[in-house]
């Protein structure tokens, strides 16, 4: 059965440093996505970024970059030049299958709480 | 702003009681998702639609029913309610035509069962 470890509950960093948020999954699938969300104290779930699989290169979205190894079966998000507006719930979650259209499911993990101090 | 929009955004209810909550997909997407945030249960998938027609079912009880609608909105039925189902009801959507077929969440509607 598919699942997502956050062994994070929560994570303190510096204005303007790098941090890295890890995850870890299982699944018996070749085929799968991962992705990671975003949910500030307001509640909305905000999609940050997703990774293929079979994708040969780490994922980048702006500040975010995915340091994904397959064989670790990690898919730790990395913000970088942390910002006051990061303080929020992270979600990694991952989907079996890569085909859009057949079903899309979301399994998430626990979560971490950023604190980004000034 | 996600594009996804669901109402109410609160409703407070008593136990035994049934409610509707709604939502509507992004402009063009196909498949809606509901999905349960409660503090014990974390983030759970519920069920999901595309183009009117149930696709896939996960822990949904049975006093919890939906529906996808022609203009693709949807509805998420809960009856029988009890204080254990006081939650985060997120509704989300989702386009073949994205690569990873990512899903955006609408901002929730905070269900509290007194």
């Known amino acids: 059965a598919q699942k997502i470890t956050q062994t994070q509950p929560g994570m303190f960093v510096q204005e303007k440093e790098a941090v890295t948020l890890d995850c870890t999954y299982d699944t018996s699938d070749q085929s799968y996505g991962l992705f990671w969300y975003k949910q500030p104290s307001s509640g909305e779930m905000i999609f940050l970024i997703y990774q293929g699989s079979y994708d040969e290169q780490n994922a980048t979205e702006g500040r975010y970059s995915l340091n994904f190894q397959k064989a670790r079966k990690s898919a730790n998000l990395v913000i970088s030049a942390s910002q006051l507006g990061d303080s929020a719930m992270y979600f990694c979650a991952m989907r079996e299958g890569l085909v859009c259209g057949a079903t899309n499911k979301l399994i998430f993990g626990t979560g971490t709480l950023l604190a980004v101090q000034p | 702003d996600s594009g996804v929009t669901q109402t109410p955004k609160h409703l407070i209810t008593a136990t035994g009681q049934r409610v509707t909550l709604r939502c509507s997909p992004r402009s063009g997407d196909l498949s809606v998702y509901w999905y349960q945030q409660s503090l014990d249960q974390g983030l759970q998938f519920l069920i999901q639609?595309?183009?009117?027609?149930?696709?896939a079912k996960g822990n949904i009880l049975e006093r919890f029913s939906a529906q996808q609608f022609p203009d693709l909105h949807s509805e998420l039925n809960l009856s029988s309610l009890e204080l254990g189902d006081s939650a985060l009801y997120f509704c989300?959507?989702?386009?073949?035509?994205?690569?990873?077929?990512?899903?955006?969440f609408g901002p929730g509607t905070r269900l509290t069962v007194t």
């Open positions: 639609y595309y183009n009117g027609e149930e696709r």
């Open positions: 989300a959507s989702s386009s073949d035509g994205d690569r990873g077929c990512e899903q955006y």
